[in-house]
């Protein structure tokens, strides 16, 4: 049996599962960011803007004449922010906050959907396959996750104003300032090495079911007796 029909079956027969893991994960990630700046600054968000994404995007279309530059500025356009304001300067400065972004969001869409891809191959090689290849392919789904998401992390803090979201999150989950500046080039190697992981993980399991089932069904046909003809 394919890999690719596995892959189907699997997935067709646990769609349900398959769903609930995908949006489990990314409404997850979102809130897990929140709580991650809640319970790094002790302080919980006092304002909530919702940007006008459509607006600035056509904006942005408008007075940027190098596709080569409009592309990342879009795909870094916020929707939502919530953060926490210190009104102790002025008008206040924004501490922190979260913010989703859309391009950014398919992203963690993407990362979402492996994951339950590998849960569900997971979910079938458990009852299968040997023990160290279930505990491998759940190692490597964990790492791939971690790696990818911290790469897809969309925080603010304003020590680093300056940098790439996902660096900001390295601050924030204790990695000093100046290592998470130094990693800043590296945001998409590591978000290619955690969704490569993820792959590869999903291809394993597949060629250990399929490797599976074809001694499985190899078995049962040594195993059907022989009808014999009379004479």
């Known amino acids: 049996m394919s890999a690719l029909v596995i892959l189907q079956r699997e997935v067709r027969g646990s769609a ?9 994960f990314f409404v997850g990630f979102q809130l897990l960011q929140l ?27 408008r ?23 210190n009104y102790s300067f002025g008008r206040g400065v924004a501490e922190w906050s979260f913010v989703l ?23 079938a ?24 998401g911290a790469a897809a992390t969309t925080i603010t803090w304003v020590v680093c104003c300056a940098a790439p979201t996902w660096v900001v999150g390295l601050a924030v989950m204790g990695v000093g300032v100046t290592t998470a500046l130094a990693l800043q080039p590296f945001g998409g190697s590591l978000l290619l090495l955690g969704l490569s992981t993820l792959v590869a993980s999903a291809i394993l ?3 250990q079911l399929s490797a599976r089932r074809s001694r499985d069904a190899t078995i049962a046909m040594m195993l059907t007796p022989i009808a014999r003809v009379p004479s």
């Open 16 to 24: 349900r599962l398959w769903l609930l893991v995908a949006i489990g």
């Open 63 to 85: 007075m940027t004449p190098s596709v080569g530059d409009m592309i990342p500025i879009m795909l870094d356009e916020w929707l939502v922010e919530v953060g926490s304001i």
């Open 101 to 123: 972004i859309p391009g950014k969001a398919v992203i963690v869409l993407g990362i979402a959907a492996l994951v339950a891809t590998n849960f569900v191959l997971l979910r």
């Open 35 to 61: 709580a991650l700046l809640i319970g790094r600054f002790q302080v919980f968000p006092n304002y909530l803007i919702v940007h006008d994404w459509f607006a600035n995007i056509a904006r942005i279309v």
């Open 205 to 207: 399991l597949l060629r």
């Open 125 to 148: 090689a458990w009852r299968t396959c040997g023990i160290f290849a279930r505990l491998g392919s759940s190692a490597a789904t964990g790492a791939g996750a971690i790696v990818a």
